[in-house]
């Protein structure tokens, strides 16, 4: 999605635009490097949740402040799904949460990291409902949907792309999909706050500045992402890839942000989740 916006911007000022992966730390190698870079626009992050709103409560001190990256955009949302191996004798999350109340502790579901979205939402769920299942964390997506679809463990929170070709090949049962409402890609599989009322599960991406960059730079930047993300053909090509664009103000993603790290930090506080 990077990419895309940098295609975007290439077109619309003329100007160079790379893209430059670099991973590790749970985003924070990157996030790092943007937030000692100049703030003078030209240089940007590309970052999801972990950052922004985890990191700082699940780590603890880290070589940058969150809080003081300015917002620029939320450039695109995807929907996580609870997915689960067929062998599991449950056909819905209320089956799954009267399972789970009648044989405590039996239940596992994997995710991709300890403190990732699909973590503090098992354990989000767990609280909400006082049911007991256990958190199974993987390195990445990929191990945990082989895991998952060879019985290993009985379930996972997944994003969408990763799940959506064994649920439709019916190799996996889809329980529930994170986002408010159904996703039109799996429209028989009901949205998690239809059984557990305020429980929502989605991971953003957005697009953040250095600190102290001016705001009228990241309006600027802001609003040429929503320019691009509403031509058609970059709409579609954020869909093939299972997301959903967005557009914001900084202000508005200053107030998600806000939500989610009082949310996630709250969690993480409260169960004493720890890295390994």
């Known amino acids: 999605m990077a990419r895309i916006l940098a295609e975007q911007f290439r077109a619309k000022w003329g100007q160079t635009a790379l893209v430059e992966n670099r991973v590790g730390g749970g985003g924070n190698v990157g996030t790092d ?4 870079s100049d703030p ?5 992050l590309f970052v999801a949740p972990g950052p922004m709103v985890i990191n700082k409560s699940l780590l ?12 620029v955009s939320v450039v695109a949302t995807v929907a996580n799904v609870m997915a689960a191996h067929p062998s599991m004798p449950v056909r819905s999350v209320k089956e799954l949460i009267a399972y789970a109340k009648d044989h405590p502790g039996k239940i596992n579901y994997a995710t991709q990291a300890i403190g990732s979205v699909a973590h503090l ?7 909400m409902t006082g049911i007991k299942i256990v958190h199974i964390p993987y390195k990445g997506a990929a ?23 064994h649920i439709r090949a019916g190799k996996l049962r889809g329980l529930a999909v994170g986002d408010g409402k159904r996703h039109p890609s799996l429209p028989d599989v009901p949205a998690m706050p239809e059984m557990v009322p305020g429980l929502t ?3 953003w991406y957005g697009m953040v500045a250095p600190p102290k960059t001016p705001i009228t730079i990241a309006r600027k930047i802001s609003a040429a992402i929503a320019e691009a993300l509403k031509k058609p053909d970059v709409a579609q090509r954020i869909r093939d890839r299972s997301a959903e664009p967005a557009g914001s ?18 969690v993480i506080r409260t169960v004493g989740i ?3």
């Open 201 to 203: 599960f989605v991971t």
């Open 60 to 71: 603890g001190n880290l070589p940058f402040d969150p809080d003081t990256m300015v917002r």
């Open 249 to 266: 103000t900084p202000e508005e993603m200053e107030a998600l942000l806000k939500e989610e790290s009082e949310r996630y930090g709250t």
């Open 40 to 44: 003078d626009g030209h240089t940007l």
């Open 33 to 36: 490097y943007v937030a000692k």
């Open 274 to 276: 720890k890295p390994r």
């Open 121 to 127: 939402t098992g354990e989000r769920l767990q609280s």
């Open 143 to 165: 191990p945990a949907i082989s895991d998952l679809l060879g019985g290993q463990v009985d379930m996972a929170i997944l994003e969408l792309s990763v799940v959506l070709p």
